[in-house]
């Protein structure tokens, strides 16, 4: 019986330990540009996606308020810059990416939309921008502070 005890405890032990590792997208894999096929081919240039600034600071705004601000990027490597995906750490922010391959040399931009309802106070929401570069993520910020609508003062029907 303590053998089976002592069994069972190390199987659980080991199976709890285990360490998850972070996959790539599959979007990535089809994308006929991003996809290796043989080990034998020589690679011909890399895209590289640089930012003019992952950070953005929107300030005070009212709540309810919906603001927007373009990240713009440049691809300065020597092959086609394709975004598999764009996604943001949160419902409230919705970020817009081109779809189309970004040439060496090419700018393009990611467009985001924060809606401010239902929030209060300091925000920082994050975008990650999945593309075929190294690294494979890349993340971007929004900050702000959410000031309260004005109150509308009724006058008394005495």
């Given at each position: 019986?303590?053998?089976?005890?002592?069994?069972?405890?190390?199987?659980?032990?080991?199976?709890?330990?285990?360490?998850?590792?972070?996959?790539?997208?599959?979007?990535?894999?089809?994308?006929?540009?991003?996809?290796?096929?043989?080990?034998?081919?020589?690679?011909t240039?890399?895209?590289?996606?640089?930012?003019?600034?992952?950070?953005?600071?929107?300030?005070?705004?009212?709540?309810?308020?919906?603001?927007?601000?373009?990240?713009?990027?440049?691809?300065?490597?020597?092959?086609?810059?394709?975004?598999?995906?764009?996604?943001?750490?949160?419902?409230?922010?919705?970020?817009?990416?081109?779809?189309?391959?970004?040439?060496?040399?090419?700018?393009?931009?990611?467009?985001?939309?924060?809606?401010?309802?239902?929030?209060?106070?300091?925000?920082?929401?994050e975008?990650?921008?999945?593309?075929?570069?190294?690294?494979?993520?890349?993340?971007?910020?929004?900050t702000?502070i959410i000031?309260?609508?004005?109150?509308?003062?009724?006058?008394?029907?005495?």
């Amino acid at each position: 019986m303590k053998i089976f005890i002592l069994l069972f405890t190390s199987i659980f032990l080991f199976s709890c330990g285990e360490k998850k590792t972070t996959k790539a997208s599959t979007d990535l894999v089809n994308i006929e540009a991003t996809a290796d096929s043989s080990n034998n081919q020589k690679k011909t240039g890399e895209p590289k996606i640089q930012f003019d600034k992952i950070f953005h600071d929107f300030g005070y705004i009212t709540q309810g308020e919906i603001v927007e601000y373009e990240f713009i990027f440049t691809n300065n490597g020597d092959a086609d810059l394709l975004i598999a995906n764009a996604s943001a750490s949160c419902g409230c922010t919705i970020p817009e990416y081109p779809k189309e391959p970004i040439t060496p040399g090419k700018q393009g931009r990611i467009k985001v939309k924060f809606n401010s309802e239902l929030r209060m106070d300091k925000f920082l929401k994050e975008i990650y921008v999945t593309a075929n570069t190294e690294p494979l993520v890349t993340t971007l910020s929004i900050t702000g502070i959410i000031k309260a609508k004005p109150q509308i003062n009724l006058p008394n029907s005495h």
